[in-house]
């Protein structure tokens, strides 16, 4: 009997243990946008990165286990307009051929409560490489049409052009400023 107990125990200990594990969820590039707005002259104009790839674990039981390693392709920039997308990923701006990747690498999570949080890491753009903290929501997690097992997150921060190295914001009568807001919407398809 007390053999028994043990072994039921240690089942219910690893069985607990295995449900409290992080899942994996590949970004789903189809359906997961960074988002971008900045000041242009006196209003603002926006626009979207559309080719995000990368693998989130996540903890539903203990966020703080999470972690995400995120990459986006700079030539996958899409305000609208072709002509200015083009401009955009030239040396001036972005500069998508000597920086074609914007990658960003967790290195902690900060639970808030069950579905929100503070995600800090390295965040890197224009070759340059900072630590940044943002806050970020779960949104959910279901079942897709095809068999599959979905998951939600949003996550949003503001960044300095200057920052990066990025030196458009100090020229006399400058359209565009210094301060980017970002919004990222991601959805991941769970590894299998």
Known sequence: MK???IGFVSFCLMSSAALAAPETYNIDAKHSFANFTIR???????GTFTDIT???????????????????KVASVNTGLAKRDDHIKKADYLNAVDFGEITFVSKSV?????????????????????????????LGFGADPWGGTRSGFEASTVIKASDYGFTWMKKDNAPVGDDIEVNLLIEGIKAK
């Open 110 to 138: 900060k639970a808030i409560s069950a579905s929100e949080g503070i995600i800090t890491g390295d965040f890197t753009l224009h070759g340059v490489t900072k630590e940044i903290s943002m806050p970020f929501k779960v």
């Open 54 to 72: 990368g693998v989130i674990k996540v903890d539903r039981q203990q966020l703080e286990n999470s972690s995400v390693n995120a990459n986006i």
């Open 40 to 46: 242009h002259i006196v209003a603002k104009t926006s």
């Open 3 to 5: 053999k028994q107990l």
